[in-house]
């Protein structure tokens, strides 16, 4: 198991920590806050919460979480050292000499600084060029940039390590190759934080007001597509060139105050600290992060659908994790039992007002697992393109037990009858040993351009025969094959 070390177990250190940890990481965190154990394990159970149903796949097995007083045992055999101390040059500096006395010379050191250069940070190092700039987006847990930022003391090898590393965490990496204080996003982030404390303090706008602004229009936007091709977009068919033609002469108007910072006076912060606790301060801040992680779930996973920007990230993800698992029934270890058609956690987005998961997500659930069992049986996605599939004739859910956001759930599979142009499967879905669900399936494989039914290929035949021999000693299940009884 690669082990991850945290120098500094604030919000940003934890986020790494649930980052690395959920990935399959072990953790060792060195942080002589005494309140470092409950604040990253708060941290945690917000990443547990929500992290894992980003992913359409089963996450790896939780990594262990240990905490140490003693900087050398916290990072003896780390690959990964990640630093979120103070924004205190002087420190890091220390941190880094300190860390280098006992760390392993190929582990990666990298700064969750969001200022300095990472040419400041290796001045004075005993090896320079195993220290990097990594800066994280709150949460870490969720939000996938990661901005990757090297010197010319960083070796090439040692920086592909690190995107590589990056990228295994479901991350993206942006390597930002010419060093420049505050880095790329938070340049932006400055420029409008800078303008709307303008906005509040000229009486324009309350903080309330300035984050309408935002999450109800350009926001949203940026979200997606970002700044230059939200701006191509507005430029119609012409494209680029026409927009900053039309709106090019603008930036020379007297709009923005980029070039003054307003003094941060006793009754400027105590302007803006009123208004925003009149904003949000009914709510805890616990509850605002699960609000904050609750949207970023639902944006992410709609982006999911699309395959376009953080959604992408997550796919390929998704796509690396499933590479590790069986492609095949052939490469299933035991054929006898119900077959493992799907494992993940239980989305967000997944739940109803009762907090429970909706109904058509148990028919997404069992339709996926139907999915898993066709691919496993050689029905994917190369042999539908040829033109065979199989089309659902029947399906019958049954509810058994409750089933919450964040619950890690399993399917099962038992084929019934998988012969001829006919497969008839039964799934169970479990969390734990608790038996949630099943739903059982009918299907008919079907000629796509004729559609009709047809028998399939004879490799498809051969795996399911495969199976039903397997599993010919299982019992058939109870509930196959039932309907809805009449009222007595």
């Known amino acids: 198991m690669a082990v991850a070390s945290i120098i500094g177990g604030g919000v940003i250190g934890g986020g790494w920590a649930a980052r690395f940890l959920l990935n399959g990481w072990d953790v060792r965190v060195f942080d002589p806050d005494p309140e470092a154990e409950r604040k990253i394990g708060e941290v945690l159970d917000n990443a547990r919460r929500s992290l ?6 089963p ?7 240990s905490f140490h007083d003693d900087l050398g045992n916290a990072v003896q055999g780390a690959v990964w050292i990640q630093e979120s101390v103070p924004e205190r040059l002087e420190l890091k500096l220390r941190v880094y000499r300190q860390l280098q006395e006992v760390c392993d010379p190929s582990a990666i050191i990298g700064s969750s600084t969001s200022g300095f250069k990472p040419s400041e940070l290796q001045e004075g190092a005993l090896r320079p060029e195993q220290i990097v700039v990594t800066h994280p987006f709150n949460p870490v847990y969720l939000l996938p ?13 040692h920086i592909e390590r690190a995107s590589d590393i990056l990228t295994g965490l479901g991350l993206y990496p942006l390597h930002v190759k010419k060093e420049i204080d505050a880095h790329i996003a938070d340049r932006f982030l400055e420029a409008v934080w800078r303008e709307a404390l303008w906005l509040v303090k000229d009486g324009i706008a309350t903080t309330h007001e300035i984050d309408e602004a935002i999450r109800m229009g350009f926001g949203i936007r940026w979200a ?5 091709e939200t701006y191509r977009v507005a430029g119609g068919e012409a494209g680029m060139r026409h927009f900053m ?3 090019g002469p603008a930036l020379e108007w007297p709009w923005t105050k980029l070039m003054d910072v307003p003094e941060f006076t006793d ?50 993800h998704d ?12 490469e299933v270890k035991d054929l006898s039992q119900p077959i493992l058609t799907l494992s993940r956690a239980v989305p967000l987005d997944w739940t109803d007002y009762n907090g429970h998961m909706t109904e058509s997500r148990y028919l997404d659930a069992f339709a996926n697992a139907t999915d898993r069992f066709m691919e496993l049986i050689g029905c994917d996605a190369d042999y539908i393109a040829s033109g065979g599939s199989y089309f659902t004739a029947e399906t019958h859910i049954r509810h058994l037990d409750e089933t919450h956001a964040g619950a890690r759930i399993e399917i099962r599979t038992q084929m019934l009858l998988g012969q001829g142009k006919k497969l008839h499967l039964f799934h169970r879905m479990y969390e734990g040993d608790t038996l949630l669900a099943t ?49 007595e």
């Open 319 to 330: 796509q690396r994790i499933k590479a590790a698992m069986p492609g095949h029934v052939d």
């Open 59 to 65: 996450l790896p097995p939780e990594g262990q979480l």
């Open 52 to 57: 894992p149903g980003l992913s359409d796949v």
């Open 245 to 247: 033609a039309q709106f």
């Open 267 to 316: 009754e400027l912060v105590d302007l803006i600290a009123a208004q925003s606790d009149a904003q949000s301060g009914h709510h805890e801040i616990r509850h605002l992060e699960r609000i904050r992680d609750n949207n970023l779930v639902g944006m992410m996973r709609a982006l999911k659908h699309q395959n376009w920007g953080a959604g992408e990230v997550l796919n390929r």
């Open 224 to 228: 997606q597509m970002g700044l230059f």
């Open 145 to 157: 940039l990661i901005e990757l930022v090297t010197s010319p003391a960083n070796d090439p090898a």
């Open 439 to 487: 739903g059982e399936s009918f299907l008919l494989h079907v000629d796509l351009e004729t559609r009709r039914p047809c028998a399939p290929s004879a490799a498809i035949e051969a795996a399911m025969a495969k199976v039903a021999q397997a599993q010919a000693g299982l019992p058939y299940p109870d509930g196959a094959g039932s309907a809805i009884r009449r009222p």
